[in-house]
């Protein structure tokens, strides 16, 4: 079962959550796991350092961050396509880009935000796998104006990351090992929210049932109510801004359905943990062999997590009976904006979950991702967001705009939700 260890907590996530977000920015640059990658520690932070979220926690124990070179778990599959790919033109986008992937959460924001900016990056992005093309010349348009924004808000999340996480780095060898990584990391980020009240990015894979797909993320933050009644879990989601300025009703709106679907997915894996894990689907859709050895860098991980596995099967159980011990995610959802120049909080929505709005939009964008609709165009009152993006000397629907709204990085999951 899940660790019980009375060591430091651990959590495995890859090289690039640590250097490499700004290329997550351009929609998940391909980056193949290097073999040869040496392991190096990082580090930890004064223990003095308090976590910020809600409520000020203090952190009395980090855990450990395995990194290494592989893409984060909304980039994961990128294993799996470095073999000869297939001409696929009359599948749908989901089977064309998210095979043997599941959906990222990010998908749902980014298609919420601009359908027809979703499909223009995901053909960029293959054109650039297929001609050895570097993303950043085919990026930049719009990106340009956000430069410092962007970073600012990386490094505001990296700031975040290292007050409770503590990165080691280990080598992968195989498409078991990357998803086993991302496995453990959730186990260690639950122990360390049930021992500690707090964790941060949190990866997370789930079978989200009412729509048959799999979807993927990874949870800016979770913390513990403090109130003696209240045992479920807060979801927290936390954005930078370069202005000072409060953000659009736009941008609230996809915070809440980033929350939203976090939530759906965490429940998923509580409500399911008992009876009717998709255990065997979990293999099948991804396409790996339970049985399968981890390699000796993940079965020391494992060990000084207080878990006992040597398979990928065997963390898929300890992921269960680590669902087993979960309550429900809290009914209300935390989306914060903090100001980039003095991390001051600029507006702190409280929110709460939606389980039918939150379906309804993600069976939206599944009808996009499907091909059963067409791709649509931001509203006129929202044209404004075409002054941020990269495709507008390609879109039919651009007329040309000023925008004054600035958009700033926001870093969950590792993608470009930068607005």
Not at 81 to 104: C, M
Not at 172 to 198: P, R, T
Request: one cysteine or more; hydrophobic letters at 35%; glycine letters at 6%.
């Amino acid at each position: 079962m899940a660790g019980t260890s009375s060591k430091t907590p651990i959590e495995i996530t890859s090289d690039e959550d640590i250097v490499s977000i700004e290329a997550a920015l351009a929609f998940a640059a391909s980056s193949p796991v290097t073999p040869a990658a040496v392991p190096a520690i990082h580090s930890p932070i004064s223990d003095s350092r308090k976590a910020k979220s809600i409520q000020s926690i203090s952190v009395k124990a980090k855990r450990r961050l395995f990194s290494c070179a592989e893409p984060d778990i909304e980039d994961y599959g990128n294993l799996v396509t470095t073999q000869k790919k297939k001409s696929r033109a009359a599948d749908t986008l989901l089977d064309r880009f998210r095979r043997k992937k599941g959906l990222f959460v990010t998908d749902v924001t980014k298609t919420e935000w601009c359908d027809k900016q979703m499909e223009f990056s995901l053909f960029a992005e293959e054109w650039c796998s297929q001609t050895q093309t570097d993303l950043a010349l085919v990026y930049g348009g719009g990106g340009r104006k956000n430069n410092d924004a962007m970073q600012a808000g990386i490094d505001r999340h990296n700031q975040l990351q290292q007050e409770v996480l503590e990165a080691v780095e280990v080598r992968v060898k195989s498409c078991e090992d990357a998803m086993a990584l991302k496995l453990v990391n959730f186990i260690n980020g639950v122990n360390q929210l049930l021992f500690e009240g707090l964790t941060r990015e949190l990866p997370i894979v789930s079978f989200a049932f009412a729509h048959g797909i799999w979807m993927v993320g990874k949870i800016d933050e979770i913390q513990m109510p403090k109130a003696r009644n209240d045992h479920n879990p807060v979801l927290v989601e936390t954005k930078t801004r370069f202005r000072d300025t409060v953000p659009t009703e736009a941008q609230k709106r996809n915070g809440r359905i980033q929350l939203m679907c976090y939530k759906y997915l965490w429940d998923n894996l509580v409500a399911h943990a008992y009876h009717g894990f998709p255990s065997k689907q979990f293999f099948d859709y991804f396409e790996l062999n339970p049985k399968r050895y981890l390699c000796k860098d993940l079965q020391d991980a494992a060990t000084y997590s207080g878990i006992s596995a040597r398979t990928l099967g065997d963390v898929v159980i300890c992921y269960q009976n680590t669902c087993k011990m979960l309550p429900l995610a809290n009914e209300k959802l935390v989306l914060r904006y903090e100001s980039q120049k003095d991390q001051s909080v600029l507006d702190e929505e409280k929110f709460a979950y939606d389980d039918g709005w939150i379906k309804s939009e993600i069976w939206n964008c599944l009808e996009f991702w499907l091909g059963q609709r067409e791709a649509g165009y931001i509203a006129e009152e929202e044209q404004w967001k075409c002054g941020y993006c990269d495709f507008t000397s390609q879109c039919p629907a651009y007329i040309g705009t000023e925008s004054s709204e600035t958009l700033s990085e926001d870093d969950d999951s590792n993608s470009s939700d930068y607005y």
